[in-house]
């Protein structure tokens, strides 16, 4: 152990000087005299240094992040993490990871310290990963409710891509999902739904979320706008199957709750329990053999 210590203000060194490379190389250092240096100074300025710090990474190492980018659009869509972007993340993981390996690396001189440094560069993947799937279950409760929505606003007489343009306003993250397809189809001048010979734009937005029953909801929106005057009562059809689908699933995860809680009872109770019985035992009999 002495041996390794010796090497810790060195290692301590190269963490600090990795960072501040990385937040050297990310900014804009440039002086240009024209407009378009201006903006771009101005443009760089307005960034938080996990921007540049992401960014400068991302570009040096030709990162691909797509995971992290359907997560954070998941996120977005139910009003969190507004305005931060994938290189944000990755240059708060950075910052997180360097700084507190480099803290815990200093205060307890031992390098397994540094497993708390690759803890703390998990950490922003790991929350933006929990609030991603808060968002996609609450996208998937309010898929009956959209549904049902939408059946009743074509029973009393309104097309199906009005019907839909409704459903936007509905309060959550279907709404909101909604509302963006109908934005997107808005302004590439496209349909929203399918008709004869034509995608439409909310089957591919709800495509690209990555979420099956979405893609499933779209798919029987689109043929509910082909079946013509028989649509309301397919719409009812879908309402009611979809409800259906989704008293299944939380049948299913009422059923699997035990198993979900058998880890973490496990690790909360039974190993500390475990614990405290036997590492006085352990420590006794280390003590008889000196």
């Known amino acids: 152990m002495s041996s390794l210590l010796q090497y810790l203000p060195m290692a301590a060194g190269m963490v600090i000087a990795v960072i501040m490379y990385s937040v050297l190389a990310s ?3 440039s002086f240009s005299s024209t407009a378009e240096g201006r903006l771009s100074r101005f443009s760089e300025g307005r960034k938080s240094v996990s921007d540049k710090v992401g960014e400068g990474v991302m570009s040096r190492f030709g990162l691909d992040l797509g995971d992290w980018d359907t997560n954070l659009r998941w996120a977005q869509l139910a009003g969190e993490y507004l305005g931060a972007s994938t290189a944000s993340i990755l240059g708060l993981s950075i910052l997180y990871g360097g700084g507190a390996g480099l803290l815990a ?5 031992n390098p397994l310290a ?3 440094g690759a803890a703390a560069f998990f950490y922003p993947s790991m929350q933006l990963n929990g609030a991603a799937e808060k968002s996609r279950t609450e996208a998937r409760r ?9 059946a009743g606003e074509m029973a009393a007489g309104v097309s199906v891509e009005e019907a839909l343009g ?5 309060p959550g993250v279907i709404g909101n999902i909604i509302g963006l397809a109908k934005v997107v189809a808005d302004t590439s001048h496209q349909l929203l739904l399918a008709h004869a010979g034509s995608s439409g734009t909310f089957r591919a937005f709800c495509d690209a979320l990555g979420v099956p029953q979405l893609s ?10 082909l079946r013509g005057s028989d649509a309301p009562r397919q719409m009812s059809s879908v309402a009611k199957g979809l409800a259906r689908d989704y008293r299944g699933e939380v049948t299913r995860n009422a ?3 035990d198993n979900q809680l058998l880890f973490p009872t496990t690790m909360y109770f039974f190993v500390p329990m475990l ?13 008889m053999f000196g």
């Open 166 to 170: 409704r459903a936007s306003r509905l």
């Open 255 to 257: 059923s699997n709750l």
């Open 216 to 225: 499933a909801f779209a798919a029987q929106i689109d043929m509910v706008a």
């Open 105 to 109: 690396l200093v205060l307890l001189k």
């Open 114 to 116: 540094l497993l708390i």
């Open 27 to 29: 900014l804009n250092l």
């Open 142 to 150: 309010g898929l009956p409710e959209a549904a049902a929505f939408i």
């Open 275 to 287: 614990a405290t019985l036997l590492v006085p035992l352990f420590m006794g009999v280390l003590s």
